[in-house]
């Protein structure tokens, strides 16, 4: 049975699972992904071997960003089901031995939330102070702050000649955490989700809380609304919260260095379990499109795997539902993208920490490459394209970079057959053409398929303490091919070795470890450890003893 007060930290010793609601499995044949489908696929996700899913937000929402802007924190979207439905949910999940894990959106509301509709009527009214508010200077906005989804981060309110300020969209208003009313209201849905089963919850956008409150022009936009001086007391106050329902909490901290990150995390007196870091894929360079560079992500990883060594914990993941797809980004889509998904999963999937695996993921699932904007769903994506537009940009440079960075790519529906799968009516969004080959039935099938890889690797994980506790240790091998690294816990360990490249590399394995036994690969290349050849996209992995 599930109890977490007698396992507080189960999350150490798991894997998890991200679930996108809409995504996931349409029950009802309306074109968009339901709670009744989720626990229809509740056998599937648990043949995987995984621990816990996370679920994207499902509340109650006007869905101008996909649910993460809630109008009611204790209701949920009638096209994903009903409360009876969650609560029928978390039982299946429960009885499958499975966790779950709610996103919560605590840095801002709808602006159909009851508390923003109050808000707006007048500065008298006991939910003003609820959200952010700043008088027009010069007949114009507040000062210079901006929105991450582009503009200006404030929009004007008639009824009481105020601005009111929004990190992201105009319809997302963003709560005032300076007031404590605030959080005694969202201590009482976490609460109140707690008494429901829900086992933890993963904070969407948790380094804002904090505005810059000289509410000044500023050059740095990071320096007004992201990690700000002050934020701790806000975290803190939300700690004794999860721990008091004994909560699993990984935060979603972009921009905060691992130095940071140290106090956020560490195990006896840190806010959250984990957190999600973005420093290995260029998270706030969101339309860049660029070759990834494995010196780098050797570098970017390595720091935070050492950063948080015998002080914190560190949430493992490549893909989630607002990043591209993995083979994609990282790997090669093409011809090697079944090697290349097997390379990318053992390359992250063992180093020290608890890994996540987004849906669709685990089969090696691609960007789906829309060549039309109305192909496209996602609200920063049509924003992107006009502003680009706008500034002279061509369609298909613009088309070109969404293709490669777009949210929406990590949102087309899952794959389970040949036909879709997904819903006998028009998706809500297109699926990814793919479907025909890269699809679960397909690789259920095959001992070789990516997800056969990822399944074995999920049992490796989960059954050597060495992989849980055992230190990290980078092999520099200052290239842009290979990452190379071990987990070692006494004379014992693992060495991992993945090309990470389309051309052929070379590795020599030193006569430092002993009684190498080859656990899994995903090469029929038979190696001799002292003058390995490795082929594009290979990856080895080693059990040896230490002299």
Same mark, same amino acid.
């Given at each position: 049975?599930?109890?977490?007060?007698?396992?507080?930290?189960?999350?150490?010793?798991?894997?998890?699972?991200?679930?996108?609601?809409? #995504?996931?499995?349409?029950?009802?044949?309306? &074109?968009?992904?339901?709670?009744?489908?989720?626990?229809?696929?509740?056998?599937?996700?648990?043949?995987? &071997?995984?621990?816990?899913?996370?679920?994207?937000?499902?509340?109650?929402?006007?869905?101008?960003?996909?649910?993460?802007?809630?109008?009611?924190?204790?209701?949920?979207?009638? %096209?994903?089901?009903?409360?009876?439905?969650?609560?029928?949910?978390?039982?299946?999940?429960?009885?499958?031995?499975?966790?779950?894990?709610?996103?919560?959106?605590?840095?801002?509301? #709808?602006?159909?939330?009851?508390?923003?509709?109050?808000?707006?009527?007048?500065?008298?009214?006991?939910?003003?102070?609820?959200?952010?508010?700043?008088?027009?200077?010069?007949?114009?906005?507040?000062?210079?702050?901006? #929105?991450?989804?582009?503009?200006?981060?404030?929009?004007?309110?008639?009824?009481?000649?105020?601005?009111?300020?929004?990190?992201?969209?105009?319809?997302?208003?963003?709560?005032?955490?300076?007031?404590?009313?605030?959080?005694?209201?969202?201590?009482?849905?976490?609460?109140?989700?707690?008494?429901?089963?829900?086992?933890?919850?993963?904070?969407?956008?948790?380094?804002?809380? @904090?505005?810059?409150?000289?509410?000044?022009?500023?050059?740095?936009?990071?320096? +007004?609304?992201?990690?700000?001086?002050?934020?701790?007391?806000?975290?803190?106050?939300?700690?004794?919260?999860?721990?008091?329902?004994?909560?699993?909490?990984?935060?979603?901290?972009?921009?905060?260095?691992?130095?940071?990150?140290?106090?956020?995390?560490?195990?006896?007196?840190?806010?959250?379990?984990?957190?999600?870091?973005?420093?290995?894929?260029?998270?706030?360079?969101?339309?860049?499109?660029?070759?990834?560079?494995?010196?780098?992500?050797?570098?970017?990883?390595?720091?935070?795997?050492?950063?948080?060594?015998?002080? &914190?914990?560190? +949430?493992?993941?490549?893909?989630?539902?607002?990043?591209?797809?993995?083979?994609?980004?990282?790997?090669?889509?093409?011809?090697?993208?079944? %090697?290349?998904? /097997?390379?990318?999963?053992?390359?992250?999937?063992?180093?020290?920490?608890?890994?996540?695996?987004?849906?669709?993921?685990?089969?090696?699932?691609?960007?789906?490459?829309?060549?039309?904007? =109305?192909?496209?769903?996602?609200? =920063?994506?049509?924003?992107?394209?006009?502003?680009?537009?706008?500034?002279?940009?061509?369609?298909?440079?613009?088309?070109?970079?969404?293709?490669?960075?777009?949210?929406?790519?990590?949102?087309?529906?899952?794959?389970?057959?040949?036909?879709?799968?997904?819903?006998?009516?028009?998706?809500?969004?297109? /699926?990814?053409?793919?479907?025909?080959?890269?699809?679960?039935?397909?690789? %259920?099938?095959?001992?070789?398929?990516?997800?056969?890889?990822?399944?074995?690797?999920? +049992?490796?994980?989960?059954? =050597?303490?060495?992989?849980?506790?055992?230190?990290?240790?980078?092999?520099?091998?200052?290239?842009?091919?290979?990452?190379?690294?071990?987990?070692?816990?006494?004379?014992?360990?693992?060495?991992?070795?993945?090309?990470?490249?389309?051309?052929?590399?070379?590795?020599?394995?030193?006569?430092?470890?002993?009684?190498?036994?080859?656990?899994?690969?995903?090469?029929?290349?038979?190696?001799?450890?002292?003058?390995?050849?490795?082929?594009?996209?290979?990856?080895?992995?080693? @059990?040896?003893?230490?002299?």
């Amino acid at each position: 049975m599930i109890n977490n007060q007698q396992n507080p930290t189960w999350w150490r010793n798991a894997v998890g699972y991200q679930i996108y609601p809409k #995504s996931f499995y349409d029950s009802n044949n309306d &074109g968009i992904g339901d709670l009744p489908g989720i626990i229809e696929k509740i056998p599937y996700i648990k043949s995987l &071997g995984v621990n816990f899913v996370w679920l994207s937000p499902f509340f109650a929402s006007p869905n101008v960003d996909n649910g993460y802007d809630v109008s009611d924190y204790e209701d949920i979207d009638p %096209q994903y089901g009903t409360l009876d439905d969650t609560f029928n949910m978390i039982q299946q999940f429960h009885q499958n031995d499975i966790r779950v894990v709610f996103d919560l959106v605590i840095n801002h509301t #709808s602006d159909q939330h009851h508390w923003f509709q109050e808000a707006k009527k007048s500065v008298d009214n006991p939910y003003h102070d609820f959200y952010i508010w700043r008088k027009p200077v010069a007949e114009k906005e507040p000062n210079n702050w901006v #929105s991450l989804f582009g503009g200006s981060a404030w929009t004007y309110n008639p009824a009481t000649d105020e601005y009111y300020y929004h990190l992201f969209a105009k319809q997302q208003p963003d709560l005032n955490w300076e007031n404590p009313k605030v959080h005694e209201a969202v201590k009482q849905i976490i609460d109140w989700w707690a008494k429901h089963g829900v086992d933890g919850f993963r904070l969407d956008a948790i380094s804002h809380l @904090k505005k810059n409150q000289s509410f000044a022009d500023v050059q740095d936009q990071e320096a +007004a609304m992201n990690n700000v001086p002050g934020i701790d007391k806000f975290l803190s106050e939300l700690s004794a919260d999860f721990k008091h329902d004994h909560l699993m909490t990984v935060g979603e901290a972009g921009g905060v260095p691992v130095t940071r990150a140290q106090e956020w995390v560490n195990s006896k007196t840190g806010y959250f379990d984990m957190i999600f870091q973005f420093d290995h894929v260029s998270f706030w360079e969101k339309f860049t499109v660029g070759q990834i560079d494995v010196a780098m992500l050797r570098k970017a990883l390595t720091n935070w795997q050492n950063g948080l060594e015998g002080i &914190g914990w560190n +949430a493992l993941f490549l893909e989630n539902h607002d990043l591209p797809r993995a083979v994609s980004y990282f790997g090669n889509d093409g011809n090697l993208r079944q %090697q290349s998904a /097997m390379a990318l999963a053992m390359m992250y999937f063992l180093m020290k920490g608890t890994p996540f695996i987004y849906q669709g993921q685990e089969l090696g699932m691609s960007n789906v490459d829309f060549d039309n904007i =109305d192909q496209y769903r996602d609200l =920063d994506s049509k924003r992107f394209y006009q502003e680009e537009l706008a500034k002279g940009a061509t369609k298909d440079e613009t088309l070109f970079k969404l293709q490669k960075k777009s949210r929406d790519n990590a949102r087309t529906p899952m794959q389970w057959t040949s036909t879709g799968g997904f819903s006998n009516h028009q998706p809500w969004i297109e /699926m990814n053409p793919n479907h025909r080959t890269v699809n679960v039935a397909n690789e %259920q099938a095959d001992p070789q398929s990516v997800l056969s890889f990822y399944k074995r690797l999920i +049992a490796l994980r989960l059954s =050597d303490p060495i992989l849980l506790t055992g230190k990290y240790h980078l092999i520099d091998t200052h290239d842009h091919q290979l990452y190379v690294y071990v987990r070692e816990s006494g004379h014992q360990g693992y060495l991992i070795i993945t090309n990470l490249s389309d051309t052929p590399a070379s590795y020599q394995i030193t006569s430092d470890y002993r009684n190498l036994e080859l656990i899994l690969t995903n090469s029929s290349a038979e190696q001799n450890p002292a003058t390995m050849k490795l082929q594009p996209w290979s990856a080895y992995l080693y @059990k040896y003893e230490r002299k």
